[in-house]
Structures are given as structure tokens and as C-alpha cells.
């Protein structure tokens, strides 16, 4: 059973830059597309963007210029970068992996709150 | 604003059936993307409930059920039960722009 567990600081400066790790437990990260999704307070789901095991990646328009995900498949890892944060970007982010980009999220992380203040 | 809308709060009394729209537009569910759902209990993480407009994974009760015509998709839930009431969102795929993943904004079901 796939396992997946965030990771990073729970409180970011505005103008700062949020840094979140996803690990990941009991598969490969070969074959997968591995993505970040975040849950502003009182707000839907929005997806942040996915990167697959080759490294290409493919982001959300409306956060593209800001974000960047990255993978260490020696870890077992794969991490968010959000540059530039502002109190919007408070949030519950989630790690998730689907087996196709248009496919649903079969897994899922408990989700990590990260604030956005000064 | 979500690309894929939902009525924000639906609510039925135990046993009874509740239905939640999902609508969206040409360039996603219009497309011929597939639609997923997924159920949100407070304090823990989404749980898919519905994955190809209409098909259960396994372990998901046959009171749940999805379907899609057009640009939009529904979830029905029959015989209401107290556990149902959760957050349901349903997901599918953009081709606007750069093609990406899309949710709806969410319905808080409310089991009365």
C-alpha cells in the first residue's frame, strides 16, 4: 500500500518562499504522476501542478510563474516550491499520485497546514 | 472561482436520496474528460468515491453512483446515512490553455 507523508515548515513570511517535501512509502515513483494540491481555508481544492518520474512537469496557469516541483527518486521524494507567498497562499496542502494526468488521485497525504504570516 | 461548479450545501434526512451537479464547459467534462469524486470528511484527507464518471473502487458502497451528460456529471447517494455528511468535490481535465487538472469548488452534504 503506497504511503505518502508531507513535510516542511507549518509558517512562512510573505514574500517568502514555501518549501514542501513528499515522501513516499511502499512504491516506486516510476509510472506515476506525482502532484501537489492545496485546500485554502474555507475553499475548494486546487490543483497546484504534477511531476512525472522522467522530471517533466506540467503546473496550474494560475500559479505557473511561482511554483516549481521537482523529484530526488533516490529518496523517494518529490518537493513544492512556491515563491513569493502572500496570506492567500494559506493553505492545506496535499501530495497525491494518479497513474495518468486526466486520472483520479487513488493516493493521497494527510495534508500539511502551512500559514502565511509575518 | 472554481472551473467546474458546485452547489456550495445540499442536505437530506437519513435514508432519503441526495444528488450534487458538477458543471463544467467544452474545454473540460464538454471534452470528453472523465469526471472523479471524492468525499472529504473533516480533519482527513480526500477519499475517491467515483472514478471514470461512474465506476466505485473497491470498498466504496453501491449507495454511491455517478453519471455524466454533456458538460456536466452527477453524484447520487442513496439511502442517506449519518457518516455521509462530508465534503464531495469532483475533479476532471482542462485543455484550455495548458491542459491541467480541475476541481470543483466543493458541497457540504448535510445528513439532517
Known amino acids: 500500500q503506497v504511503q505518502l507523508q508531507e513535510s516542511g515548515p507549518g509558517l512562512v513570511k510573505p514574500s517568502e518562499t514555501l518549501s514542501l517535501t513528499c515522501s513516499v512509502s511502499g512504491g516506486s515513483l516510476s509510472s506515476h504522476y506525482w502532484s501537489w494540491i492545496r485546500q485554502p481555508p474555507g475553499k475548494g481544492l486546487e490543483w497546484i501542478g504534477y511531476?512525472?518520474?522522467?522530471?517533466?512537469?506540467n503546473y496550474n496557469p494560475s500559479l505557473k510563474s511561482r511554483v516549481t516541483i521537482s523529484i530526488d527518486t533516490s529518496k523517494n521524494q518529490f518537493s513544492l516550491k512556491l515563491r513569493s507567498v502572500t496570506a492567500a497562499d494559506t493553505a492545506l496542502y496535499y501530495c497525491?499520485?494518479?497513474?495518468?494526468?486526466?486520472?483520479?488521485?487513488?493516493?493521497w497525504g494527510q495534508g500539511t497546514l502551512v500559514t502565511v504570516s509575518s | 472561482q472554481s472551473v467546474l461548479t458546485q452547489p456550495p450545501s445540499v442536505s437530506g434526512a437519513p435514508g432519503q436520496r441526495v444528488t450534487i451537479s458538477c458543471t463544467g464547459s467544452s474545454s473540460n467534462i464538454g471534452a470528453g474528460f472523465d469526471v472523479h469524486w471524492y468525499q472529504r470528511v473533516s480533519g482527513t484527507a480526500p477519499k475517491l468515491l467515483i472514478y471514470g464518471n461512474s465506476n466505485r473502487p473497491s470498498g466504496i458502497p453501491d449507495r454511491f453512483s455517478g453519471s455524466k451528460s454533456g458538460t456536466s456529471a452527477s453524484l447520487a447517494i442513496t439511502g442517506l446515512q449519518a457518516e455521509d455528511e462530508a465534503d464531495y468535490y469532483c475533479q476532471s481535465y482542462d485543455s484550455s490553455l495548458s491542459a491541467h487538472v480541475v476541481f470543483g469548488g466543493g458541497t457540504k452534504l448535510t445528513v439532517l
Open positions: 511531476i512525472y518520474y522522467s522530471g517533466s512537469t
Open positions: 497525491a499520485i494518479s497513474l495518468n494526468p486526466a486520472d483520479p488521485f487513488e493516493y
